[in-house]
């Protein structure tokens, strides 16, 4: 897909603040500091419009980036991050259920988790929480090129045993560094928008 355009517009707490067109929205959904920031940058071939960091919990409101004027990418704040008080987990938590459950426009989820690794607690019930409400998710197991090629598929296979993917659910094996698996994440995400 080329990329015309790509800018954040609204980052948000509650549903008043959410854009008001009623264009297709996918929600990135991952542990604290996987890449989310990363991989949309990717995507959009631009070096920091969603601004990465090394230090976990940055992404703490829900950010709104429209992509060619015809939909968005929703940056969700990470989980798993234990530096956080109870009572600012709790907020983000309802923030995200709120936005989760009732926005018509949520078309897909993209779940990024770590191909080196098996998908943590937080990572499955993520993805139960997704069941749950049948939300279609993508799960886009990033970091492909911090281990080789041979192993990719084992690695995918864990990934998926681990989540319980069911078969309508997309895994792609993607690299923020390489570029690996973005086209056929775009093919993807055109699907849900046509």
């Known amino acids: 897909m080329k990329i015309n355009s790509a800018e954040i517009v609204v980052s948000a707490v509650k549903p008043d603040q959410y854009p008001g067109q009623a264009l297709p929205e996918f929600a990135l959904a991952g542990?604290?500091?996987?890449?989310?920031?990363?991989f949309i940058n990717k995507m959009i071939n631009r070096k920091n419009l969603a601004r990465t960091s090394s230090k976990p919990g940055k992404t703490q409101t829900?950010?709104?980036?429209?992509?060619?004027?015809?939909?968005?990418?929703?940056?969700?704040?990470?989980?798993?991050?234990?530096?956080?008080?109870?009572?600012?987990?709790?907020a983000w938590g309802k923030m995200i259920e709120t936005y989760f459950t009732s926005r018509e426009q949520l078309k897909a989820a993209v779940l990024i988790v770590d191909l080196r690794h098996p998908p943590t607690e937080d990572d499955v019930m993520m993805y139960d929480f997704l069941k749950h409400y049948e939300i279609p998710c993508i799960v886009i197991a990033t970091k492909a090129d911090k281990i080789p090629?041979?192993?990719?598929?084992?690695?995918?296979?864990?990934?998926?045993?681990?989540?319980?993917?069911?078969?309508?659910?997309?895994?792609?094996?993607?690299?923020?560094?390489?570029?690996?698996?973005?086209?056929?994440?775009?093919s993807i995400i055109k699907s849900f928008v046509n």
């Open 149 to 186: 090629k041979g192993k990719w598929q084992k690695h995918l296979k864990i990934t998926k045993e681990k989540l319980n993917l069911v078969p309508d659910d997309h895994s792609v094996i993607f690299s923020s560094e390489t570029g690996e698996g973005k086209e056929k994440v775009w």
């Open 31 to 38: 542990r604290s500091n996987v890449g989310k920031s990363s």
């Open 62 to 90: 829900l950010n709104f980036y429209l992509i060619n004027g015809a939909f968005y990418f929703v940056d969700v704040p990470g989980y798993g991050y234990a530096k956080v008080s109870k009572s600012e987990r709790a």
